[in-house]
């Protein structure tokens, strides 16, 4: 949970892979599932993403959702979003070291 400077980012953003716990652009910044919590989402997400300056703002490797209920606690949702958080993660460094992705502007093209 850091936000990288400016100068890291110049010089390793493009090799550097955050995990986002939202389904960005929703929730950006901390505490999301709180954010979800208070919103009463139906779905939460995770977003997998190249680090840039801008917080939560880089090109976009990977995305996954889960459902959720109205009564659901923020534990609950932490719980539940940090299953998808590992997989989406994992997804996206596998696409990257493959070779898989190409940022193209704000956005990443994967190739199967």
């Given amino acids: 949970m ?13 090799r550097t892979i955050n995990i986002h716990h939202s389904f960005l652009p929703a929730f ?3 505490r ?13 997400g995770v ?8 917080l939560d703002e880089g090109p976009i490797i990977d995305q996954d959702v ?7 606690t923020i534990d609950e949702l932490t719980r539940k979003g940090f299953d998808v958080e590992k997989i989406t993660l994992a997804r996206a460094i596998r696409r990257h ?16």
């Fill in 66 to 72: 889960i459902r959720v209920s109205h009564a659901d």
């Fill in 97 to 112: 070291l493959e070779r898989k992705t190409m940022v193209f502007g704000n956005r990443v093209v994967v190739f199967t």
């Fill in 47 to 54: 977003t997998a993403h190249y680090a840039t300056a801008e």
């Fill in 28 to 30: 950006v910044g901390a």
């Fill in 32 to 44: 999301p599932y709180h954010q979800a919590h208070a919103r009463g989402v139906k779905v939460i």
């Fill in 2 to 14: 850091r936000v990288l400077s400016p100068g890291f980012c110049t010089e390793f953003g493009m």
